[in-house]
């Protein structure tokens, strides 16, 4: 996996807070599943059988002149903290990361698109954007979508529309979903109301790392819950709206907390980075919470330090478990990933003067 | 009062952390409980006889050459605030301060002698040195006692010695007690088993501010308990062998501490020092705890800063309620002097680098 020690250093283009509203929207995301006629779905695939759809996939990439971009990594040759490493950067998803020896996944070099091989569906498309912009998001998708299409068949009804493993992907195959920084509705306490709204919606609201993750860091991930009975634009147009909400209600709270001019509030902020400037042991969860409130802070105008918003969206990503290690080029237990996270924050703020 | 503005922006000639072990030992004090033949002890004062003790006392100051230097304070002039700056100081107790009207102190320009007026005795005569130094500052508080003993009658009886108010200072009338600095056994968990040994020992353990106050900032103040059937000189020697094994015990702490190379010890006093340098509301009880830590790493080595222990002392005392509304020439309720307090430590530290 040769390019994997490139990537450690520098976060995905799509977190370089390049696109819209990115001070509250950090990415948009989306996913298609799909699946390869003639295969069984995963659960009843033979081991040989997933040998045959990496194959199709690597064929389909080099025969491909607009696929030809993508590098394709077999899991076989990684080890778990590769794995990890790659959840960690949103390219595989936990689930995916489980089928070690036979999965696979093709991206591209600005990972902007991912092809999971072998996750719940044979293949799972994703195109990941900075900010709110699923549009953009769904132009890549969708090209690379019809780029296979023409390749290898799908597994297609003409009523039902993309088979898929799970009832609720069926139809469009479509999941959209944005990952926002919502510090504002939490710290003043109106995030549980934002919550139960979107699920009235129909909206899953879920942690950093997909379902059954914590948020952590304020950071929510929103999406669509079912595709069957909707278009793809129906889908998109209808997040994007409901998104929009709820960064209009994150800018009210964020307003409404620095108009208190409450010492409280600049207290938070600038403790928060004292943290991170001075700590010695740190947690994952500890960091990312700190790193919050200092991005807030200095999207509030409270906090005038030479770091961008690019720079806090990238150690967020650096703090990780597996980056620490790729960046270590060591396996570290707890206490040392404690202790690596600590002093690589330090190195990164050692400019902030307070 | 027209001294107490001057004494507000630096601490007490014994803070300077110049007297001997005072890595450890912040100050030592000798008080004597005298009382005046031919006047009741203070309860059965009467209000006329408590104006003639102060009018002794006034007559004694002018009459005597050795006296001269000491200022004398009349309570009936003084604020609530003025009266809590005293106690924070150290020149008179808070039960001192209970008398308002009534009372008085007597102090020298340096703060090293306070002879308080009218406290459960009607007079307490003390010395404060720097550091362990309990012979010096019986030399300075012996020599007052002479002093007023020329000039005034005691309550004396040849059997028991000098009468007081309370029987547990008949005879010397002398408390010895010195405050340390234990950080190292504090952190290290030793503190409580230290506690009882000196307890077997008939010595008093309290909180910085005397009896009743909890120890806060690490800081304890330890003294004889009993001074009938004791000679002065025992007494001192006494206390002066304890403290001695405390200070052991508290650098052999601090060794392991340091020693063990723990990232967790290392953390604890950059963190302190991360919060006093960017908290922007904070309490007392929180700062000196945090004071406490950075004070225990520049001693230990760990924290080089521009910062003397003398000053982190008069920080100590500088972010007290009192000193803070003084410094602000206005009364601040609990929230303002927390925001106060932050900006003044944060003045102080700003030359500090991390």
Known sequence: ???????????????????PMSDVVVSSRLRLARNILGFPFLEKLKNGQKAQIVKAVEESLKKNEALKNLEIVRFDGLTEVDLQFLVERHLISREHAGQKEAGAVA???????????????????????SGLDLQKAWQIINKIDNEFDGSMEYAFNPGLGYLTACPTNVGTGLRASCMLHLPGLVLTKQVHKVLQALAKLNLAARGLYG???????????????????????????????????VVEHEKEARTHLLSKKSGKFED????????????????????????????????????????TQQDLNGLFLLIQPAHLQKLKAKALNSG????ARADLIREKLKNVTL
Do not use: Y
């Open 211 to 245: 379902e059954g993750t914590q948020a952590t860091g304020n950071l929510f991930q929103f999406s669509n819950q079912m595709t069957l009975g909707q278009r793809e634009d129906e889908i998109i147009d209808n997040l994007e709206r409901v998104i929009r909400q």
């Open 1 to 19: 996996m040769s390019r994997m020690s490139d990537l450690v250093r520098q976060p995905a283009e799509w977190l370089r807070a390049s696109g």
């Open 336 to 339: 040392e990933r404690d202790e």
């Open 268 to 307: 938070q902020i600038w403790r928060a980075l004292g943290a991170l400037k001075c700590g010695r042991i740190i947690s994952s969860t500890e960091a990312t919470q700190h790193l919050s409130l200092v991005q807030l802070g200095v999207q509030a105008g409270m906090l005038k330090i030479n770091l």
């Open 107 to 129: 991206m591209s070099p600005d990972e902007v698109v991912s092809i999971m091989v072998l996750e719940e569906d044979h293949l799972r498309l994703q195109a990941f954007q």
